[in-house]
């Protein structure tokens, strides 16, 4: 499977962007889908997933609120909605597959999409 995050772009402090994550060839539906990011400069850190029947996800706190993570099975999308942007959520976005467990441990996600890039001006 490959997966690609697509939706980034530049938005004003305040604003909202939803960010996709499709997937071809292969297995997605029964895999739970975690979204990372990496701000410039810095390390990349977890934000959130969402288990494989979208009954469930987890955020960490800094998220929490503000990003919402969905998907659509059908379509083999996942969706991670950015709500009330900050500057400090200038930052590359993945999305990535789990390889079998809900976790924030990023060494249990087997596959990684190319990121997309979500820029914040204050």
């Known amino acids: 499977v490959q997966l690609q995050a697509s939706g980034g772009g530049l938005v004003q402090a305040g604003g909202s962007l939803r960010l996709s994550c499709v997937a071809s060839?292969?297995?997605?539906?029964?895999?739970?889908v975690g979204w990372f990011r990496q701000p410039p400069g810095k390390e990349r850190e977890f934000l959130g997933v969402?288990?494989?029947?979208?009954?469930?996800?987890y955020y960490v706190d800094s998220v929490k609120g503000r990003f919402t993570i969905s998907r659509d099975n059908a379509k083999a999308m996942v969706y991670l909605q950015l709500n009330d942007l900050k500057s400090e959520d200038t930052a590359v976005y993945y999305c990535?597959?789990?390889?079998?467990?809900?976790?924030?441990?990023?060494?249990?996600?087997?596959?990684w999409g190319q990121g997309t890039l979500v820029t914040v001006s204050s």
């Open positions: 990535a597959r789990a390889g079998g467990v809900v976790t924030s441990d990023p060494t249990a996600y087997d596959v």
């Open positions: 060839r292969g297995t997605f539906r029964t895999y739970a």
């Open positions: 969402i288990n494989w029947s979208g009954d469930s996800t």
